[in-house]
């Protein structure tokens, strides 16, 4: 749960978020995603910190140049987490133990909504 949390913090952040958009099309350099967004480089590299301590992001140098791609397999993976939860939470029943849910029955019982 812990870890899926991170997930959603570290995508929370508006330019994480638009970084990993950029790179769900296709791999890119610092330099392309500093001339898409219109931002510094520092900060890019600042927030591609951040991306690939959670795992979403990956890079690969070549010569000089570093470029980043988004980690489809740590992404599967969030995905995976998220939904079992989403399934848990779906077919786990919690009773309110609240007068506010619960309906007077014809007979006099207490039967919840």
Known sequence: MEE????????SDETRYRIFSLLLSREMCVCEIVDTLKLSQSLISHHLYHLKMAGLVK????????HYSINHEKLNEYKLKFLQGLQKA????????????EVEVAAGAKQAK
């Open 4 to 11: 899926l949390c991170s997930f959603f913090k570290v995508l």
């Open 90 to 101: 779906a077919s786990t029943q919690i009773p309110c133990k609240f007068a506010c849910c």
């Open 59 to 66: 890079d690969r140098r070549e010569g000089v140049w570093i």
